[in-house]
């Protein structure tokens, strides 16, 4: 665990010690009515819900706990349906006082994600079965018990956008409304505000964890759900951020993602082998350091610099950029000392023929057109989509007895996206950044993998850095990393670290105050 500070290029990654869990194998689900079923004629016939009863062991301690899988209708203003909204629950049993019981909402990204990633990979009480490294093993697929959920510490809700997962407009054609977002934002506000009221929830302790495009959806919700329904959240847990989608975006004239994205670049490198000996005999942690002090110095100077660099000087810099990227500096000069992210999962591996992962750079892929300048498809996310899916298609179906004839949409196609946006860029930080000062409380809990190169950590840093708050308010947000990629969690030893982080996180945002 690390504080946020207004300077975070010096990283240190302290592991714990692994956590003494012991797994027991969910009891055979029994499903029966729901007693808190909608009643009106209308929710009936349009709203689905299944429950389940299981027991979990975690760390040697056995609960009972229910699943509920099912769908809530949103509706317009004279009440009629607008888009069903598929989620899964899970609520341990017997809890005296359901107000001291924190409860979290989960969401992936895309936009255009299921909520299955994080449901089957970190949170929930089941989860995929890979090698423990989180590459892929061969099918068929199948789970295990997540000896490392969460729901020891909380209830757990895991919420499908419309058009993913089992999500659906009511009218399909109408199904655009929903895609943008503030419009996104608006709808998954509304599921949580309908959930807490049906489960009489508001005296709880409220969380929402969202991944990558996720993250971008829980910044805006801090505002919506605070402006909207007065809704204070007691914690925002960002997993891979993106919150300024400036810091992104390879655009002529944007150097800022040339810059942040160089720390992700040496470690990609250093864990292929790619960087000289001497900064391939350090740490990671080591070598990183001297990555940000080279981008927060020489590197930034010569960017801003441009066109008025000397010959020399050009080639100084493409030299030392080749250093700390494994590539050659040829390459790196005649790329005018940019190298998008593409470029670079490409030419690393170039002469064995192989592309490395965007949403973990460990993983490496076979190459088909040898010319191109980019990646051909993410090796990382192909590796571990169908193992979800197929996992995921027959959980639902056996275990939490969901029945639908619905395709399963784990990554669908949701454009246009409405980013609301003219001139300039998404920068949801500055939601975020109202939300803390109004709500002082509000902390926030930030995840970053040192091999993404979908949102790279030191873009996160660089955010949380211009985040334009009282300076007393950083105290309330945590940076943790992990020894992975976008979806840390798929690697065992990062999935105890991060269970550990989030249980401590919860159980300090949810203390009462002294």
Known sequence: ?????????????????????????????????????????????????????????????????????????????????????????????????????????????????????????????????????????????????????????????????????????????????????????????????????????????????GESYGTTRAAALSGELSRRHKLNLNGIVLVSTVLNFQTLDFASGNDLPYLLYLPTYTATAWYHKKLPPDLQAMPLTNVLALAGQFVATNYSLALFRGASLSADERRSLAGQLARFTGLSADYTEQADLRVPMGRFARELLAAQRRVVGRFDSRYTGFVRDRLANSTEQDPSFEAVASAFASAFNHYVRTDLKFESDLPYEVLTSVGPWNWGEVNGYVNVAETLADAMTRNPFLKVEVCCGYYDLATPFLATQYTFNHLGVDPALLDNVTLDYYTAGHMMYLNQPDLKKQKADLARFIRAASAPAK
């Open 1 to 209: 665990m690390q504080k946020l500070k207004l300077i975070c290029l010096s990283l240190s990654l302290a592991l714990p010690s692994p956590l003494t869990l012991a797994a027991e194998p969910a009891s055979k689900p029994e499903a029966k009515p729901a007693a808190d079923a909608p009643k009106d004629k209308v929710r009936d016939s349009e709203e689905k819900r299944s429950e389940t009863r299981h027991r979990l062991t975690i760390e040697g301690q056995t609960f009972d706990y229910t699943a509920v899988a099912g769908t809530i209708l949103l509706r317009d203003d004279e009440q009629k349906p607008t888009a069903s909204i598929f989620y899964i629950a899970y609520t341990r049993d017997s809890v005296k006082d359901p107000a001291t019981r924190p409860v979290l909402f989960s969401f992936n990204g895309g936009p255009g994600a299921s909520s299955v990633w994080m449901h089957l990979g970190l949170l929930g009480p089941q989860r995929v079965v890979l090698a423990e490294d989180g590459s892929a093993l061969p099918p068929p697929y199948r789970l295990t018990t997540n000896e490392f959920s969460l729901l020891d510490v909380a209830d757990l809700v895991f919420i499908d956008p419309v058009s993913t997962g089992f999500s659906r407009a009511t009218d399909p054609k109408e199904a655009g409304k929903f895609y943008g977002l503030r419009e996104d934002a608006r709808a998954v506000g509304e599921f949580i505000r309908l959930y807490l009221t049906r489960n009489l929830r508001w005296a709880s302790p409220k969380f929402v964890i």
